[in-house]
């Protein structure tokens, strides 16, 4: 099971640590991901790490003030968000996959989400 924490009402500008708490299955092994939805749209990628840590991806929309890292020690997976903006606001997700990949479908363990509001 996946269980990502750490959201919460914040100002524009504020930052924010995400983490997903890997428990049962290790997520050790496997490409984790970042996912967000806002009410009325549709889950978008957010950003990825490697199992191996050396590799991550970012939505065009959060690079540079969004890092992926993880701790495999912890089995926890953490989302650094800096700089927020009121269009952060969304419930966020995290995902495995043992392919490396922005397609949500391909993640097939999911958290249930944490919500980040971010007011202007």
């Known amino acids: 099971q996946l269980q990502a924490c750490g959201g919460g009402l914040v100002q524009a500008g504020d930052s924010l640590r995400l983490s997903c708490a890997a428990s049962g299955r290790t997520a050790s092994d496997y490409n984790v991901g970042w996912f967000r939805q806002a009410p009325g749209k549709e889950r978008e990628f957010v950003g990825a790490?490697?199992?191996?840590?050396?590799?991550?991806r970012y939505a065009d929309s959060v690079k540079g003030r969004f890092t992926i890292s993880r701790d495999n020690a912890k089995n926890t997976i953490y989302l650094r968000m800096n700089d927020l903006r009121p269009e952060d606001t969304a419930v966020y997700y995290c995902?495995?996959?043992?392919?490396?990949?922005?397609?949500?479908?391909?993640?097939?363990?999911w958290g249930q989400g944490t919500q980040v509001t971010v007011s202007s």
């Open positions: 995902a495995t996959s043992a392919t490396w990949t922005t397609v949500p479908n391909s993640y097939r363990y």
């Open positions: 790490v490697s199992w191996t840590s050396i590799n991550t």
